[in-house]
Nanobody, 125 residues
């Protein structure tokens, strides 16, 4: 079992920045690929970013490419999502997730084994 706890969400004006953190506990963090997803009211959960176990390979949704950056610190058992140039359409609950297939950077929620409870991000116009 892996427990994931997100933090860092909040209210920000358009154009602002936030950094989300996801702290993991339980199994060896470096054995997992990690992803960030988001879900807006009335919409399905969508992929945001993913990083493989080593941190060397990263993937982004087209909607956030160039504005968001995913990173991980295996020594701290933490994955981050730096969000810059935020837009109102980025408003959603953001979830981190862990994938036991550590060499994969999946965009599909069903490929992830563990999920956090989410943190709300609200971007005002």
């Amino acid at each position: 079992q892996v427990q994931l706890v997100e933090s860092g969400g909040g209210l920000v004006q358009a154009g602002g920045s936030l950094r989300l953190s996801c702290a993991a506990s339980g199994r060896t963090f470096s054995n997992y690929a990690m992803g960030w997803f988001r879900q807006a009211p009335g919409k399905e959960r969508e992929f945001v970013a993913a990083v493989r176990w080593s941190g060397g390979s990263k993937w982004y949704a087209d909607s956030v490419k160039g504005r968001f950056a995913i990173s991980r610190d295996n020594a701290k058992n933490t994955v981050y999502l730096q969000m810059n140039s935020l837009k109102p359409e980025d408003t959603a609950v953001y979830f981190c997730a862990a994938d036991r297939t550590y060499y994969r950077s999946s965009v599909y929620p069903d490929n992830y084994d563990y999920w956090g409870q989410g943190t709300q991000v609200t971007v005002s116009s």
